[in-house]
């Protein structure tokens, strides 16, 4: 595997540049079967059901992806402290691991396990270079971003509250499922070039510790690319270890 598939890969993890802004609940009629509930409640509970809201360890990420014309299966797990640290590996299916990410406060280490380089820089660097961040991850696993501020009373029409960020010539609208408060439908132009994303989460399970959907499909049009997570075995868990390990023989390079 060369070191532009684990790349892409990456960027995937991260696809999200989104970040906590000045967002707006959209205007709608209100229809037969349309009711009203209260905003401050509503988004506490949907910033509650965050799976990065807490520690949280996801054991079983199946990544399904098309790109330019390839396509890749992998498996993945995730551990998230619910602070500032977070491990993701990323695996073949014959249990190969390709590449191993570590971010804990401003600080980001990639493993490239199969070219043997380590790559070292901040958040800030991973942004510069492929338009994204870390931080951004939840979003790409169904996490609504944290909004506050909303008072009063906003209306849920046909099952679901739309959320609009229009930012810097961009528009995204967040479709929240107004009966399990989570995020349903991500859609509109982001990142470098704005490009055309939509992202698609369903079969959410709850498991009485935590609650997320099972499927997330996520598709940039501008760039064919397609991708697919399976996600399972999703737990909230404290004292979590974080291992991480350059390994003997690695040459190490900036991020940037």
């Given at each position: ?54 520690p ?13 014309g390839?396509s ?60 994204l961040?870390v ?12 909004i ?19 930012t ?12 399990n408060?989570k ?11 704005n ?16 609650k997320?959907?099972a ?8 760039r ?32 940037l």
């Amino acid at each position: 595997m060369c070191r532009r598939k684990i790349n892409i890969v990456l960027i995937f993890l991260v696809i999200s540049s989104v970040s906590c802004r000045s967002l707006r609940v959209a205007e709608t009629g209100s229809g037969e079967g349309d009711y009203m509930v209260r905003s401050e409640k509503f988004f506490r509970e949907v910033n509650g059901n965050n799976l990065t809201s807490g520690p949280v360890s996801i054991n079983r990420i199946i990544i399904r992806y098309t790109s330019g014309g390839q396509s890749r299966r992998l498996r993945a797990n995730m551990k998230y402290d619910g602070r500032d640290k977070m491990l993701i590996s990323i695996r073949t299916f014959a249990g190969i691991e390709a590449a191993r990410i570590f971010a804990e406060g401003d600080s980001v280490k990639i493993n490239d396990r199969i070219n043997r380089i380590c790559y070292r820089g901040t958040n800030e660097d991973l942004s510069i270079k492929y338009g994204l961040s870390v931080d951004d991850i939840g979003l790409l696993l169904g996490d609504m971003i944290e909004i506050g501020g909303q008072k009063g009373k906003i209306a849920c029409v046909d099952g679901q509250v739309k959320v609009v960020d229009m930012t810097e010539g961009t528009e995204m609208e967040y479709i929240i499922d107004c009966s399990n408060q989570k995020l349903m439908v991500v859609r509109g132009s982001t990142g470098p070039g704005n490009n055309d994303v939509r992202g698609l989460f369903k079969e959410f399970t709850d498991n009485g510790e935590v609650k997320y959907p099972a499927e997330v499909k996520w598709n940039i049009a501008d760039r064919n690319t397609e991708i697919e997570l399976e996600l399972g075995n999703v737990q909230r868990k404290e004292n979590m270890s974080f291992v991480f390990r350059e390994g003997k023989g690695y040459t190490v390079k900036s991020i940037l």
